[in-house]
């Protein structure tokens, strides 16, 4: 019997095969596309029998056959592969999964972990992570990471309702001044308190009252305390502080005008009222002449109210030395050759325009041996009743008598001159 390489050689002699490489790149991509779990004798086996299968059908075919016949024959074994290696995949899945739920079943229980942290539970050779270390490995699906809540100890404190107390009666004060004395009386039968704008509390206890002075600007408030000791205010008050005012004053009197006056000035922002030893002035400027008439001690105050009803003073003393008396010398010198000393007028007299009347009396025998009312017709020293000259280094009494005094001066003056 002839051996069946020797048949072989002589069939396939003068025959090609027709190459498709289309063909043989799907069947290769088919042998290759198994279980990864699939073992490589499989492989082998499935490319030997394909091998097998084609070259049986070359030789069962007739040579004549057109290439077409062939390559329809290689794609219908080529089916027939794919639907072998498709119910071994098949059977070989299932295998597997059998054995993973043994295996499953038989397993220990675990712990899942992320990748870089993964220990079973029932484990003694692993050391057993920190608190620490567990709550920083734990995180979320989306990365945020797990926070250790804290727990603190809060009391809780049982109060009774503030409804439960009876009504406070209040009444509302106006607005106050700084610095001014503050009365508010507690009809209730509570305590209550005041709160000052720098938070110190005055308490008033029941129908008591309070008196205390306002030295701190600002809201006041008057209230209650709750259960928890809280001040509860109920009504407020203005407390504003007044606007300053200042004054200065002359150390001297002006004698300018023939009077005796006293130049004060006040600074503020507000109409002004004047007092002259308690005793209110008509003047209302902030620069005012005052008129001291007498020796002696003298108080100036000034006195405002702002638009908040607050008031502002300030006070100046001032002290004169000798009584107001027209300024008249108390000697004259009739044949002198200074003008200035030839007769007698009180100087006053020639400055203040005022209406007057003057009159030189003889003490000796109470005669008037001079009068006028005109302050350019001033005495030269003769006496009216014998036309001579009086005695000299004599004194005379001089009287004054004005239509139209000051207010504060007196109508009258009088003095003595001597004739030198």
């Known amino acids: 019997m002839r051996n069946i390489e020797d048949l072989f050689k002589e069939a396939l002699k003068d025959q090609e095969l027709p190459y498709n490489k289309d063909a043989w790149s799907r ?7 198994r279980n990864p779990k699939s073992s490589n004798g499989f492989k082998w086996i499935l490319g030997a029998g394909g091998a097998a299968v084609i070259i049986a059908a070359y030789l069962f075919l007739d040579s004549d056959n057109e290439p077409s016949q062939i390559q329809a024959e290689i794609t219908k074994q080529e089916n027939k592969l794919e639907d072998k290696r498709k119910e071994t995949e098949k059977e070989s899945a299932t295998e597997i999964s059998n054995k993973t739920e043994i295996e499953v079943e038989t397993q220990e229980p675990v712990v899942v972990k992320s990748p870089e942290n993964s220990i079973t539970c029932c484990d003694d050779s692993h050391q057993k992570p920190s608190d620490e270390a567990m709550l920083k490995n734990t995180k979320s699906e989306t990365g945020t990471e797990l926070q250790q809540p804290v727990y603190r100890e809060v009391e809780i404190i049982t109060t009774k309702s503030d409804e439960t107390r009876a009504p406070l009666h ?7 001044c700084l610095n001014q004395n503050f009365t508010y009386k507690n009809t209730n039968e509570e305590s209550i308190f005041i709160l000052s704008p720098q938070e110190n509390l005055e308490e008033i206890t029941s129908k008591q009252t309070l008196d205390f002075k306002l030295d701190e600007k600002g809201v006041y408030q008057i209230g209650t305390l709750n259960q928890n000791q809280e001040f509860i205010a109920a009504l407020s008050f203005n407390v504003h502080e007044p606007k300053n005012i200042q004054l200065s004053v002359d150390d001297y009197l002006n004698f300018e005008n023939g009077l005796p006056e006293l130049n004060v000035q006040a600074f503020s922002e507000n109409q002004i009222s004047w007092y002259i030893n308690n005793v209110q002035s008509t003047k209302t400027g902030l620069k005012e002449n005052f008129l001291l008439f007498n020796k002696g001690s003298y108080s100036i105050k000034a006195f405002t109210r702002d638009a908040n009803g607050c008031e502002s003073s300030d006070e100046v003393s001032f002290f004169v030395e000798k009584n ?3 300024l008249a010398v108390n000697a ?3 044949n002198s050759f200074d003008d200035r000393n030839t007769t007698f007028m009180p100087f006053a007299l020639k400055n203040r325009n005022t209406p007057f009347k003057m009159i030189i009396i003889d003490p000796s025998n109470g005669a008037v041996i001079f009068e006028t009312s005109d302050a350019n017709q001033a005495w030269r020293g003769i006496n009216k009743n014998t036309g001579e000259l009086v005695k000299q280094n004599t004194s005379f ?3 004054v008598i004005l239509q139209n005094p000051e207010q504060g001066e007196s109508p009258e003056y009088m003095g003595t001159v001597v004739r030198l």
Do not use: Q
């Not at 069947?27 to 596309?33: Q, Y």
């Not at 209040?170 to 106050?176: E, G, N, Q, R, V």
């Open 27 to 33: 069947m290769n991509k088919k042998l290759d596309a």
């Open 170 to 176: 209040l009444t509302t004060p106006k607005d106050h």
């Open 397 to 399: 009494v001089w009287k």
């Open 324 to 326: 107001y008396n027209l």
């Open 332 to 334: 004259f010198t009739p």
